[in-house]
């Protein structure tokens, strides 16, 4: 049974950084593409950003492209979202999805996901 878990949602002030982290468990986490969606208050989930398994090739959303950086540690099957100079539009439940690279048409696995706040 594969199993995706977030952590690392929190409030920040605007201008700030926060890290998340997705845990994968039940696969063969080398090989599975991975991505971040999220879904704003009163809006659709949408694509953030993805990333293939071996080639870690990583595809960005145009809205959070040169702010956001997707990495993964097959070492410790984590996959990472660093955001970066964060604004209130950022301001979204991050969900970690597993099993395509393809951005906007995600796999089937999903997490539970993580509340991120940006606001003063």
């Known amino acids: 049974q594969v199993q995706l878990v977030e952590s690392g949602g929190d409030l920040v002030q605007p201008g700030g950084s926060l890290r998340l982290s997705c845990v994968v468990s039940g696969t063969d986490f080398r090989v599975l593409p991975l991505g971040w969606y999220r879904q704003p208050p009163g809006q659709s989930r949408e694509p953030v950003a993805t990333?293939?398994?071996?080639?870690?090739?990583?595809i960005y959303a145009s809205s959070v492209l040169g702010r956001f950086s997707i990495s993964r540690d097959n070492d410790k099957k984590t996959m990472y979202l660093q955001m970066n100079s964060l604004k209130p539009d950022d301001t979204a439940v991050y969900y970690c999805n597993g099993g395509s690279s393809v951005l906007g048409s995600p796999g089937r696995y999903w997490g539970q996901g993580t509340q991120v706040t940006v606001s003063s």
């Open positions: 990333m293939s398994g071996f080639s870690k090739d990583a």
